[in-house]
């Protein structure tokens, strides 16, 4: 019997840690009970929960794909995942537990099939990533890692077959534009590997049958295609830019800044772009690190190719589209390097190339490649442990409490005004209904910045907007208003506006809710 459930009488935390620790599966079942206990009472916040309503009020499969191709470039299986599930339940705290599940998934089959020892395996789960924001956030990363880490489980199969991965491959790049830019450097590796590889040939093609290699091409092939598709916004969007401009000129700046998401990636911390001291000291502590990597898997060029397609395509999308708004963004820079590790291991040492200096400066570079790695995971460690916290203390959105006040004083059925209607997607799940939204004059739920006719409407507009609603219904004497900043115009003299209440604890600040009544001045 595991240590772990043996009856003792009086333990103290510190031993059923320790017990929890030296048993097998002790740290991935502490990680399921407390993401599954935080993200039962969490909050979400509109990022999350605009893919539920997309689910939730498209009126066919076909809405729901086009919704999907204007949703900012985001591919459809997290999507369509989260549809199947608000058809069997009618609440996005099902969505939540989804999501749970995925990130418990990913964190079994790191600790099942990941070659690292268990304190590492114990630091990376309790990391920033694994721990918080692919776990609690109820988002399409997690996914992404999830079926990364899958490639990386089933890596050895390759010998045998290919579909298997190929399938992993071109799910994991229909989840969201980073995981496609990490899926599309494997394919790469695993195809010269079978062209410049006389081991890999034949161990493939003696037992593979004709049809694997043919199938597995088509099959990713298919699975690009449908991936650029959705990733590439619609002919007719509207507010392309919304993801940014591309950036087509050198600028030392803005190299250094892209550099420094590779530090915060690492690190949790990114260096601010005013000051050139701050850029050029973390840009070098990360291109240490990169050296030091390259140098340790000089002996294994298909583990190499991969870490260094895998970054340089990810350091161009940063450079060249989109710095990121976060690590769950960036953060894709350390998977690289966990998964090149991981692939690593399945590779003896080439000797047959003569490296020459390179070869003893390979050996130097391994001991400290090692303990940059371990310095990054227990940056890591505390980062996710903290962030975790902070979490179950201070939610991230207000609008849980905000819709559990509207329910609880029978507000729901009042005909809402809600702006801005990117911010309240999160209220509307919850009370799971549609808002009157002034940036696009109609009832609604989600947004899709791609799609339709929608502009930016500030307070001003957004009450003479509700001044004409209530002429327009006189049957009505009043409206809910909900706001996502607190009222700081004047009201205009034939309205009449009171405060209600106000829910501001939220670590977003632009997830906080203000109520208004709106009626008519006498």
């Not at 969505?95 to 395996?121: D, T």
């Not at 195809?191 to 003696?206: D, I, K, T, V």
């Not at 507000?411 to 696009?440: C, H, K, W």
């Not at 109609?442 to 609603?469: D, I, W």
Request: hydrophobic share 50%; glycine share 6%.
């Amino acid at each position: 019997m595991s240590t772990l459930f043996k009856p003792t009488a009086n333990r103290s935390p510190l031993s059923w840690l320790q017990a929890l620790y030296t048993s097998a599966w002790g740290m991935p079942i502490l990680f399921a009970c407390l993401g599954l206990l935080v993200s039962l009472r969490r909050s979400m916040w509109r990022d999350e929960m605009n893919v539920w309503l997309i689910a939730r009020d498209s009126q066919s499969i076909g809405e729901l794909f086009t919704n999907i191709h204007y949703d900012r470039g985001h591919p459809p299986v997290w999507h369509l995942l989260v549809a199947g599930t608000e058809l069997l339940f009618n609440t996005p705290i099902a969505m939540q537990l989804l999501h749970w599940l995925i990130a418990v998934g990913a964190v079994a089959i790191f600790w099942r099939y990941s070659p690292f020892p268990r304190w590492v395996k114990t630091l990376f789960i309790f990391g920033y990533l694994p721990f918080y924001e692919f776990h609690l956030v109820a988002r399409n990363y997690g996914i992404g890692m999830l079926l990364l880490f899958a490639v990386c489980a089933v890596f050895p199969q390759r010998h045998r077959t290919y579909l298997p991965i190929a399938i992993l491959l071109v799910l994991a790049a229909n989840t969201n534009m980073y995981a496609a830019l990490v899926a599309l450097p494997l394919t790469l590796m695993l195809g010269l590997e079978l062209m410049l590889s006389p081991r890999q040939r034949r161990a493939y093609f003696q037992p593979a049958k004709a049809y694997d290699w043919i199938l597995s091409a088509a099959i990713l092939v298919a699975g690009y295609a449908i991936a650029i598709h959705y990733i590439l916004p619609p002919s007719d969007a509207a507010a392309k830019d919304a993801l940014g401009s591309w950036f087509l000129q050198f600028d030392l700046r803005h190299f250094l800044r892209s550099l420094g998401r590779w530090f915060g990636a690492y690190f949790l911390i990114i260096p601010t772009h005013k000051r050139w001291l701050d850029l050029i000291f973390c840009d070098s502590v990360v291109l240490a690190i990169i050296g030091l990597t390259i140098l340790s898997l000089l002996r294994k060029p298909f583990p190499l190719l991969f870490y260094t397609v895998a970054n340089g395509l990810l350091l161009g999308f940063t450079y060249f589209k989109f710095l990121g708004r976060g690590l769950r963004h960036y953060g894709h820079f350390y998977l690289i390097w966990v998964i090149a590790l991981w692939l690593a291991s399945y590779y003896r040492p080439q000797r047959r190339f003569k490296l020459g200096f390179l070869s003893t400066w390979s050996e130097i570079a391994k001991p400290w490649q090692r303990r940059a790695f371990i310095l990054v995971l227990c940056v890591q460690f505390l980062g996710g442990i903290g962030r975790f916290t902070l979490e179950g203390i201070q939610p991230l959105s207000a609008s849980r409490a905000a819709a559990s006040y509207i329910q609880q004083t029978q507000l729901q059925d009042e005909l809402i005004v809600a702006s801005r209607d990117a911010n309240m997607a999160a209220l509307s799940g919850y009370l799971n209904r549609q808002f009157y939204y002034p940036q696009t004059q109609a009832m609604g739920s989600y947004t899709l910045f791609f799609k339709g006719n929608r502009r930016e409407v500030e307070q001003p507009e957004t009450l003479q907007q509700t001044q004409q609603l209530l002429e327009a219904t006189p049957q009505r004497d009043r409206i809910l208003l909900i706001l996502h900043d607190a009222l700081e115009v004047a009201v205009p003299p034939a309205l009449s506006i009171t405060p209600i209440a106000e829910f501001k604890e939220a670590q977003e600040t632009t997830e906080r809710y203000y109520l208004y009544w709106a009626e008519l001045s006498d």
